[in-house]
């Protein structure tokens, strides 16, 4: 579902999480076209997170890295806090 969903969103999750849902009959089924960009937007979806998990596995194996500095990298203003500016 994180995948397919951002699970930061608490409110998105939700909404969509708990519509509806309909039943397709088993002879229905999408245009190839949209199952074909559906299936490769999956993909891409899938590869970001294995290199987005990857690179928080170089970053945290580092000793010179700490979340702080990851923090401090983001917080330009120095605010304390990201907010929208900051991101």
Same mark, same amino acid.
């Given at each position: @579902? %994180?995948? @397919?969903?951002?699970c930061d969103d608490v409110y998105l999750r939700s909404d969509v999480t708990q519509r509806p849902s !309909?039943?397709?009959?088993?002879?229905?089924?999408l245009h190839p076209e949209i199952e /074909? %960009?559906?299936?490769r937007l999956l993909v891409l979806e899938m590869e970001y997170h294995i290199k987005l998990n990857k690179i928080k596995?170089?970053?945290?194996?580092?000793?010179e890295w700490t979340s702080l500095m990851g923090f401090k990298a983001?917080?330009?203003? /120095? %605010?304390? !806090?990201?907010? !929208?500016n900051s991101i």
């Open positions: @579902m %994180e995948v @397919m969903l951002c !309909f039943d397709c009959p088993p002879s229905a089924s /074909r %960009e559906l299936a596995a170089n970053l945290t194996s580092r000793k983001v917080d330009r203003y /120095r %605010e304390g !806090f990201l907010g !929208f």
